[in-house]
């Protein structure tokens, strides 16, 4: 079982930059995709990012160039580097992951474990 909790979040000015982290728990956290998705107010939760366990990244079109996922699989621990935020960036991250698979890795719904959130506020 793996339990992921986000750190990181908090209030910038347009322009400004975060670092958020998701610790996991778990011993087979090298095995795991990992993503990031937000959710806006009055918005369905988007896909943000995506670390898959195979090594491979991916993005949403909006924050490409601006953010940046990595991950260090000693801490068991990933990361969402974002930089040039802007207000429409305003929202609550999540961290989330799931075993092995390939597929789907934009869907929220195919995702098993998930963070509790942490707030980015964007103000300009």
């Known amino acids: 079982q793996v339990q992921l909790v986000e750190s990181g979040g908090g209030l910038v000015q347009a322009g400004g930059s975060l670092r958020l982290s998701c610790a996991a728990s778990g011993r087979t956290f090298s095995a795991y995709t990992m993503g990031w998705f937000r959710q806006a107010p009055g918005k369905e939760r988007e896909f943000v990012a995506v670390?898959?366990?195979?090594?491979?990244?991916d993005y949403t079109d909006s924050v490409k160039g601006r953010f940046t996922i990595s991950r260090n699989n000693a801490k068991n621990t990933v990361y969402l580097q974002m930089n040039s935020l802007n207000p429409e960036d305003t929202a609550v991250y999540y961290c989330?992951?799931?075993?092995?698979?390939?597929?789907?890795?934009?869907?929220?719904?195919?995702?098993?474990?998930w963070g509790q959130g942490t707030q980015v506020t964007v103000s300009s």
């Open positions: 989330a992951g799931r075993r092995y698979s390939v597929t789907g890795l934009h869907i929220p719904g195919t995702y098993d474990y």
């Open positions: 670390f898959t366990y195979s090594g491979t990244t």
